[in-house]
């Protein structure tokens, strides 16, 4: 079973994707925000693919808040990481701004919340995986 990292700080938007991704996507899931637990949960080796929320108001690096694009840079700079793939989620994004923010952040892809069509979204996901 893939199991997928969720990098989110909104309850609401946990209990969603947690949700989503375990019932409709059977995927097994970890749910952090905290800078520590992400990098130990992907030195584990078991992370198959991490969805990231960009805004993130509880995840620190050095004592600085850092937010998704951030992170998701740090990850892909990492030649042990680099390989998983990333799907960024943001909901304060306009079309245009989701090519600059998968240009900044290195991720696989970019979409925007709220997501709407369950289905396609697990496939999605299903598509990176393979």
Not at 57 to 70: A, C, H, L, S
Not at 84 to 107: F, H, M, Q, W
């Amino acid at each position: 079973m893939s199991k997928i990292l969720i990098v989110e700080d909104d309850p609401f938007n946990i209990e969603l994707f947690d949700l989503i991704l375990k019932r409709l996507g059977n995927f097994d899931t970890v749910v952090t925000d905290n800078f520590e637990k992400i990098f130990e949960e992907l030195s584990s080796g078991t992370i198959n693919l991490i969805v990231m929320d960009i805004s993130l108001d509880n995840t620190y690096y050095n004592k600085k808040k850092i937010d998704g694009i951030v992170l998701s840079r740090m990850i892909k700079d990492d030649e042990k990481f680099r390989d998983i793939p990333i799907i960024i989620v943001t909901a304060y994004a306009g079309d245009n701004d989701l090519n600059c923010i998968l240009k900044e952040s290195r991720a696989d892809l970019c979409i925007k919340k709220p997501i709407i069509n369950y289905h396609e979204f697990i496939n999605l996901i299903k598509g990176y995986l393979r």
